[in-house]
Each structure stands twice: as C-alpha cells, then as structure tokens.
C-alpha cells in the first residue's frame, strides 16, 4: 500500500514548493486539499479514475499561489474524500487519515487530510474546500479553528468543482490570530474588523434541537462562558412558517445534488469510474433529479437565503453547533456514514444555502474529544467572524471559556 506520510493524510508528503522571500506569511508553511491545483502536479480529487484521465496542473490554483506570494511554503497535498462528496473523512481508494485529538474516530471530510496535519502540528495551516461542510466539520472533530467564507470571497481559479454555487475555498489553522492572518491574504477585499464588544447573539433553537444531549451540554456549557464576554444569547426559531431544519435539508440535498450531477455527470457517463461505497449510491441518486425538482429547490433556497440573511443584518450572529456530536468511530459501514451525514448536514447545509460564512471554534470536549461552537454571519462578514474568534480564543486562554475544555 502507497505511503500515505504522517498521520496517512498526504497525497504527496515530499511536494514543497517555497515561498517567496519576505511576506507576511513568511517562515510558515501549509498544505493544500487535493482538489487545489499545484503547477506540475495532477490533483487527483479523491479518485484515482479523476487523476488517470486528467493531466498535470499547468499553474497553481491562485489562492495556493496568493499564499506562496505572501511567503508561506507549500508541504504536501493532502487526502480528500471522493470528489469532496462527503462529509465522514474516509476514502474508498486511499484510506482514512488518523485523528490526533480522537484517536481511532474519523477527521470528517472532505478535508479530512488537511485538518489531520494541523490538528497534529505537521503544518502551520492548511487549505480545505466546503461545500456542504468539509471545512467546519473537520475542525470541529479534530479540534482546530475552521472558516468557511461568504461564497465567492476566496478564489476557486484552478480548484475542482463540485457544486459551483456552494463551493467554497477555507483554511483551517490550531491559532485564532493565524486564522486571521491567512484571511488578509486569501479574502478579497479584506478589511480590518475589530470584535463588536457586543453583538447581537442568536440561539437558533430549531438547530440546537439537531444535536445530542451531551453535544448540548457541553456546548451550552462553552456558551455560557462567552455570554459572560459578551451579552445573554437571543432565543428564536431560525425557520420560518411550517418549515422544518428537515426541509432545509431537502432543498440543500437537492439543490447540490443537481449541480453535482451538472459538472460530473458527463464524466462519469462516459468514463465509468470507480466509485466507493455511499458516494456512489449518491451519485446515482443525483443522477435521476428531475427539472421540477431542481426549480422547487432553487425557489426554496432563494427564501431560505433571504431569511438568514435576514436575521444576521445590522451585525447579529447566529451561534450553534457545527455537528450533532464529536467524530463518528473510522470504519463505520458506509450506511452508517450516510445517516451519520444526512444528521450533521441539517446543520452544516445552512450556512452553503445562503452562501453566509461560518467559523468553527474548537471550544468544547464530549466524551474527551473534540466538539466545536460556530458562529455565522451575513454575508460578507468574515473579519467580523475572525476577530470574534480572536477575542473568544483570548478570553479560553484567561479562564473565560477555559471550563468547557476540561
């Protein structure tokens, strides 16, 4: 079996490809997910059918070269579930990363490499992709910082596409204030934002409700710390009408499975690839949406986007969750993992419906292992999201939020 490099996370553990001298980002080093193109080098995406019929990168996807101009050096690709199509973190073709901070239990995906290698120190940050999740998820198993950003504030020159209007380009780093710092560089338009000393704080109760008691416990446990830096949560029901967090997760799943089928349904028909299991059955499920599927999906996302951008105007941030629990236990049957993704994406499929960031802070343990609170803003609001990262993370360090981590 091929080498897989430290923790089983890499692609390629021997690819580096310097920095430039000087930089705000000089003397630090990172990875990038196996979907960003790497000048000379063929991103396999997950399947070793994609890597055969596709050739070599002719440049660098622009935010793996934005990072390099800044300084950073690049240190290896890193493992991604197939074609990024889920969110567990195992790979049918080149295995399951290791978890540092929940030994035996899975690093969730589809970034699952790239948050491995930070939870475990083997780079400074790393870049992962989040369409339905595969950011937020994996930091919140393996305990490190993790930010989507507001669709189409990062670049996606040169990375794999899976659903052109959920993707997204985040990071993950172990550092609130290195968070930040990859943000000035990789953030279009990137402005300074100074934490609200007191935002508008929105407990979704709808959403808290997708979650398992201990999950509950130890995050309202985390959130009463935060409340004390910055004003009592606001309870309010996040859908609308005799709308339900399962029918989001409907319009999510069908929305995104007709684009995927859009961008890689050629492919498959004519090549006829290997798949694994789940993805698999996904991707045959993808395959027969209908047009008056798709146009019912595309209306309800359009309110679903309306009401949460709604509900964050004027600088309120929905906080909860980032999954229903901690990291599933590795070689979990591939229905297992199914269920265990349709629960986790009722609440990591919102912030992709209406294209809002969303960070996830590694504020809480359940059972030991990791488990994250986020916060998610409107869109455009990613240094408001960091800077209250920073400010939550220095509060953990003086004793603030330090109780949920025990």
Known sequence: MTDRGPLGAYMDADLHVSGAAGGSLASLNFAAKDLFDVAGHISCCGSPDWGRTHGA???HAKAVEKLLNAGASLNGKTITDEFAF???GENHHYGTPENPNAPGHVCGGSSSG?????SGGRVDFALGTDTGGSVRVPASFCGIYGL?????????DGVFALAPSFDTAGWFARDPALMTQVGRVLLEGFADSAANASPTLLFPEDVWAEAEPDAVEALRTALAQVERHFGQVKTMRLTQDEETIDDWFDCFRIAQGAEIWSVLGGWITETQPNIGPGIKERLEWCSSLGQAERDRASEQRARIAARVHDVTRDGAILVMPVAPSHALRAGENAVRSNEVRAKIIKMS??????KTPQI???IALVDGMPIALSLMGAPGQDETLLALAETIGGAAEDGVASISMG
């Open 57 to 59: 990168a002719s440049q």
């Open 86 to 88: 889920s969110i567990v």
């Open 114 to 118: 790239s948050a491995a290698v930070v």
């Open 148 to 156: 989507r950003p507001t669709h189409g504030r990062v670049s996606l």
């Open 349 to 354: 499929g919102i912030a992709p419906l209406a």
């Open 360 to 362: 996830s802070l590694p």
